[in-house]
Nanobody, 126 residues
Framework: QVQLVESGGGSVQAGGSLRLSCAISGYTDSSDCKAWFREVPGKERERVASIYAYGRTTYSDSVKGRFTISQDVANNRLYLQMNNLRPEDTAMYYC????????????????????WGQGAQVTVSS
């Protein structure tokens, strides 16, 4: 059983930075798809970034150039560095894993995720 625990959320002013961390326990390997999603009330949970296949990454257009997804394979951690934050980035952020899902990780959606973290709130004020 894979378990994920997010940390690092908080409140910042527009233009500021935050780094989210996701501690992953249980069996994972390099063929897995790991991703960050976000959700606001009344809207669908959307993919922000994903990482797979020895470090290949994809980003949504709304965060490209501002957010960076990375992983520490040795310590089984996933990160999301968020720079130049905007009020529209305010959301609950979730990390997720699809075991052996690397082949479709570039198009992974919320229905594909097998394991979720509990979420971390990010609030950006103008």
């Amino acid at each position: 059983q894979v378990q994920l625990v997010e940390s690092g959320g908080g409140s910042v002013q527009a233009g500021g930075s935050l780094r989210l961390s996701c501690a992953i326990s249980g069996y994972t390997d390099s063929s897995d798809c790991k991703a960050w999603f976000r959700e606001v009330p009344g809207k669908e949970r959307e993919r922000v970034a994903s990482i797979y296949a020895y470090g290949r990454t994809t980003y949504s257009d709304s965060v490209k150039g501002r957010f960076t997804i990375s992983q520490d394979v040795a310590n089984n951690r996933l990160y999301l560095q968020m720079n130049n934050l905007r009020p529209e980035d305010t959301a609950m952020y979730y990390c997720g894993v699809v075991p052996r899902g690397g082949v479709f990780c570039h198009i992974v959606n919320r229905f594909d995720i097998n394991f979720w973290g509990q979420g971390a709130q990010v609030t950006v004020s103008s």
